[in-house]
């Protein structure tokens, strides 16, 4: 799958779900795939994270059959699912709604249970199964910004996971079981300046411990927050309609703006990839969001440039001080 999908129809149909952008970014052969992208001809001003997942592919024939999402992720996939057809991988196409309809949505979720062999009544059955290691994520999200044990890092990395939990969500909740109980044993941290962290998943990779090195901590990772699931009433088209991530920036906003304000975030760190079309949203987020934004841009793996580390430096110092003069809570 290129992006987030209902998992729960792939599991129910017998077959394991596997995010294409963690096997790309956890890879240390990362740098390879792009290039690999490349040489086959794709450009070099298209996101690395599409170039990622084709090199992924060129190089895992167990994976036979791709869900890619054609609305409501990168405008890219189209031209990537052609590519992939040449090298005879099937291709399967998903579009999120954008005007969130419930119809619209269910027919989607409908055509995807039907190309995999299996039915809705047996995704929503999974659903089920999932629930104890969704409510263990929401465990772990609400220890991140309230019980203040879990670190920004630590955060963003079960998050972005729970997109397929890595392939097996049994051990993924034991595993995550085990950090949940040591974590409740650590003493609260006490960081001066509370962060929140907006936009797709970063490239680069230690963003978290760059922040935390001046004094500030990431209490919200939105998308990954998104990618677990936090709202999960009513059935599995509704749990669908409520992730925000695929839909219009503005529903995407009514979230950031609650949860800001009830994590008590003093700025945010919005974050772009380059050649992606979300990069324009910042001209919206700018606008809409009530705290202070640094954005920073992202192009391939690897870790922060000093220059960006410059940058988000001085945006938690000045946090800080307002902190300091009693501007924030």
């Given at each position: 799958?290129?992006?987030?999908?209902?998992?729960?129809?792939?599991?129910?149909?017998?077959?394991?779900?596997?995010?294409?952008?963690?096997?790309?970014?956890?890879?240390?052969?990362?740098?390879?795939?792009?290039?690999?992208?490349?040489?086959?001809?794709?450009?070099?001003?298209?996101?690395?994270?599409?170039?990622?997942?084709?090199?992924?592919?060129?190089?895992?024939?167990?994976i036979?059959?791709v869900?890619?999402?054609?609305?409501?992720?990168?405008?890219?996939?189209?031209?990537?699912?052609?590519?992939?057809?040449?090298?005879?991988?099937?291709?399967?196409?998903f579009?999120f709604?954008?005007?969130?309809?419930?119809?619209?949505?269910?027919?989607?979720?409908?055509?995807?249970?039907?190309?995999?062999g299996?039915?809705?009544?047996?995704?929503?059955?999974?659903?089920?199964?999932?629930?104890?290691?969704?409510?263990?994520?929401?465990?772990?999200?609400?220890?991140?910004?309230?019980?203040?044990?879990?670190?920004?890092?630590?955060?963003?990395?079960?998050?972005?996971?729970?997109?397929?939990?890595?392939s097996?969500?049994?051990?993924?909740?034991?595993?995550?079981?085990?950090?949940?109980?040591?974590?409740?044993?650590r003493?609260?941290?006490?960081e001066?300046?509370?962060?929140?962290?907006?936009?797709?998943?970063?490239?680069?990779?230690?963003?978290?411990?760059?922040?935390?090195?001046?004094?500030?901590?990431?209490?919200?990772?939105?998308?990954q927050?998104?990618f677990?699931?936090?709202?999960?009433?009513?059935?599995?088209v509704?749990?669908?309609?409520?992730?925000?991530?695929?839909?219009d920036?503005?529903?995407?906003l009514?979230?950031?703006?609650?949860?800001?304000?009830?994590?008590?975030?003093?700025?945010?760190?919005?974050?772009?990839?380059?050649?992606?079309?979300?990069?324009?949203?910042?001209?919206?987020?700018?606008?809409?969001?009530?705290?202070?934004?640094?954005?920073?841009?992202?192009?391939?793996?690897?870790?922060v440039?000093?220059?960006?580390?410059?940058?988000l430096?001085?945006?938690?110092?000045?946090?800080?001080?307002?902190?300091?003069?009693?501007?924030?809570?």
């Amino acid at each position: 799958m290129t992006t987030t999908i209902p998992s729960e129809v792939i599991w129910a149909a017998g077959c394991v779900p596997v995010d294409l952008n963690n096997i790309f970014i956890t890879s240390d052969r990362r740098d390879d795939y792009i290039k690999k992208a490349e040489r086959d001809g794709y450009p070099r001003n298209v996101c690395a994270w599409i170039k990622g997942i084709y090199g992924v592919l060129s190089e895992l024939p167990d994976i036979t059959t791709v869900v890619a999402v054609t609305q409501g992720d990168c405008s890219n996939t189209h031209a990537l699912m052609e590519t992939l057809q040449l090298k005879g991988i099937r291709t399967i196409p998903f579009a999120f709604p954008y005007n969130r309809d419930f119809d619209a949505l269910a027919r989607e979720i409908a055509m995807l249970a039907k190309e995999l062999g299996t039915t809705v009544g047996a995704a929503e059955a999974i659903r089920g199964t999932l629930e104890p290691v969704r409510k263990r994520l929401d465990e772990l999200d609400r220890m991140t910004w309230e019980g203040n044990r879990i670190t920004g890092a630590e955060n963003h990395l079960w998050l972005v996971s729970s997109s397929d939990f890595n392939s097996d969500y049994e051990r993924f909740s034991s595993e995550l079981g085990i950090l949940l109980d040591t974590a409740s044993k650590r003493t609260p941290f006490g960081e001066s300046v509370r962060l929140g962290y907006i936009g797709v998943p970063p490239i680069i990779d230690d963003l978290y411990d760059a922040a935390e090195a001046y004094g500030a901590r990431f209490v919200i990772n939105e998308i990954q927050r998104q990618f677990s699931m936090p709202e999960r009433g009513g059935g599995l088209v509704d749990q669908y309609l409520a992730y925000t991530y695929p839909y219009d920036v503005f529903h995407r906003l009514d979230y950031i703006n609650r949860e800001l304000a009830r994590r008590s975030v003093h700025g945010i760190v919005h974050y772009v990839q380059s050649f992606c079309h979300r990069h324009i949203e910042d001209i919206v987020i700018r606008k809409k969001v009530k705290v202070p934004v640094l954005t920073i841009e992202g192009e391939a793996p690897g870790n922060v440039d000093e220059r960006t580390k410059i940058r988000l430096q001085a945006f938690i110092e000045m946090l800080g001080r307002r902190v300091k003069k009693g501007m924030m809570h």
